[in-house]
């Protein structure tokens, strides 16, 4: 069953409409959980369309397993995806920083409103976003720590390979996942791939995790393969940030996900003009590479990777 979740009129007579799709055990019982996929919300993040598309397939495909609700919302900012845009279009608004919204506000705050409504009262949410063009992600899932508790263990059975527990900061208080999670919906927010790619491998992952999650909760009772361990990080200082020294083009030397030693080149930066190499960009810690520059034109200060350290990881 194909559901419009809000709309709203656009000032030439055309309709903004976000819209889910719900799908149901065929002997529907009163009380059953519901698991809300949720993405979409940044217009050039694809990865979670696929996932959309391949969970429901995987589930149409053993419908008799399914005992709960699976809510799929794959298009949060529709104008956005259609027209490859991050934030929505022509309001030049992130959709991510607008919630929970208000009912009875404009345009953007109502759209928030509705959608905050129609997905709380799930028993698990997930928020699937796909990095930005510039970085590529390994399958993770990010979590306030206000929240942990509850969000870890749901997490964990998510298949992804890492979990990331940030501090609290008050620009994600306006975010989709803050709104549910404060108000009593759990919320994960997925990350992984890159910007305006699919990235299917990835997808194929997170489904297997979905599933498992599903089962989990009970809302599924097909066989599933056991979750990856993801490694979880909670400390500010696991996570090492490396920003290029000097503007020019990156090229990566080693592949994501590996783990590397101190002292270790990770790319050069380079000059295409005079040929010279402006860079060596060197790993400071021994970890893991779990972010990388996947758009090459940097500037000085440009985010290149995130490492995790090898005592996390070792763990
Ligand atoms: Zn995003």
Not at 277 to 287: A, F, H, K, Q, R
Request: charged share 25%; aromatic share 6%.
């Amino acid at each position: 069953m194909i559901k419009t979740v809000a709309e709203v009129l656009l000032p030439v007579d055309e309709v903004l409409r976000i819209k889910k799709r719900r799908i149901e055990p065929d002997d529907k019982k009163e009380g059953m959980k519901r698991i809300s996929i949720v993405t979409g919300v940044h217009g050039d993040e694809l990865e979670g369309q696929y996932v959309c598309f391949e969970l429901a397939r995987r589930i149409e495909e053993k419908k008799e397993c399914l005992n709960g609700v699976v809510d799929i919302y794959p298009a949060m900012n529709p104008l956005g995806i259609d027209s490859i845009t991050r934030g929505i279009p022509a309001f030049d608004l992130d959709m991510n920083r607008i919630f929970p919204g208000n009912a009875d506000g404009n345009m953007t705050e109502s759209l928030a409103a509705n959608i905050i409504k129609d997905i709380s009262g799930s028993d698990v949410v997930l928020d699937i976003h796909a990095s930005n063009i510039y970085l590529t992600e390994i399958p993770q899932i990010r979590i306030n720590e206000l929240h942990e508790k509850e969000l870890i263990p749901l997490a964990q059975q998510c298949n992804v390979d890492f979990i990331w527990v940030h501090g609290a900061s008050t620009v994600l208080e306006s975010t989709l996942a803050y709104s549910l999670n404060s108000t009593g919906t759990p919320c994960l927010v997925v990350e992984m791939g890159v910007g305006m790619r699919i990235t299917k491998e990835y997808g194929d992952q997170l489904v297997e995790g979905i599933l498992n999650l599903m089962k989990s909760i009970g809302i599924w009772k097909g066989k599933v393969r056991a979750s990856r361990k993801a490694i979880v990080s909670k400390k500010a200082d696991d996570v090492c940030f490396l920003n290029a020294a000097s503007g020019g083009l990156f090229i990566p030397g080693v592949k994501h996900w590996e783990r590397l030693k101190k002292g270790d080149i990770i790319g050069r930066i380079i000059d295409p003009l005079s040929g010279k190499v402006l860079e060596n960009v060197i790993s400071p810690i021994d970890g893991i590479l779990f972010t990388i520059r996947d758009y090459p034109i940097v500037d000085e200060g440009s985010l290149i990777g995130r490492l995790l350290k090898e005592e996390v990881v070792a763990v």
